[in-house]
């Protein structure tokens, strides 16, 4: 290789070191998820989630339906996040007899492969409501996904 050959190469290596990466680097998120609705597991549905783009569930038919929309978001250097974490923007739906009843939407944020939780609750129940206490709870756990996963969602 030739002296200017190698200082390219240095140079272009240099370079891609210097690259702004995305805070957790993933190009795709599996997001693993449990949802209770009035004490009750309704669904663990897996969705493939590619960064600032929203991948969406349904699950069940009828009265007994709800949906779940999932927007993964890497954290802004000047947010105090933790290392390797990503926020999820999170919005569920249930269906009623006049149609979809918006539930909540909500912004969490958590490190890769560690469970964040999402709970709505009466105001007489206590504050640690587990999942059969609470109208409302989800827990989600992130990861990478790998380029061999299922569809996206």
């Known amino acids: 290789m030739t002296g200017s050959g190698f200082s390219m190469l240095r140079c272009f290596v240099l370079?891609?070191?210097l690259l702004p990466l995305s805070a957790a680097g993933a190009e795709r998120y599996e997001i693993?998820?449990?949802?209770w609705i009035d004490g009750e597991l309704r669904g663990t549905p897996v969705l493939i989630v590619e960064p600032d783009k929203t991948a969406s569930i349904q699950v069940g038919n009828g009265h007994s339906a709800w949906r779940m929309s999932v927007?993964?978001?890497?954290p802004d250097p000047s947010e105090a996040a933790d290392?390797?974490?990503i926020w999820m923007v999170v919005g569920l739906d249930r269906k009623t007899g006049d149609g979809w009843e918006h539930l909540t939407e909500t912004l969490i944020g958590t490190p890769l492969g560690e469970t964040g939780r999402i709970s709505v609750v009466a105001p007489d129940a206590p504050a640690d409501a587990s999942p059969e206490q609470a109208q409302l709870y989800v827990e989600l756990?992130?990861?990478e996904s790998s380029d061999d996963d299922a569809s996206d969602g």
């Open 83 to 85: 290392p390797g974490g």
């Open 141 to 143: 756990v992130a990861r």
């Open 71 to 74: 927007l993964v978001e890497a």
């Open 15 to 17: 370079l891609a070191a």
């Open 32 to 35: 693993s998820a449990r949802v």
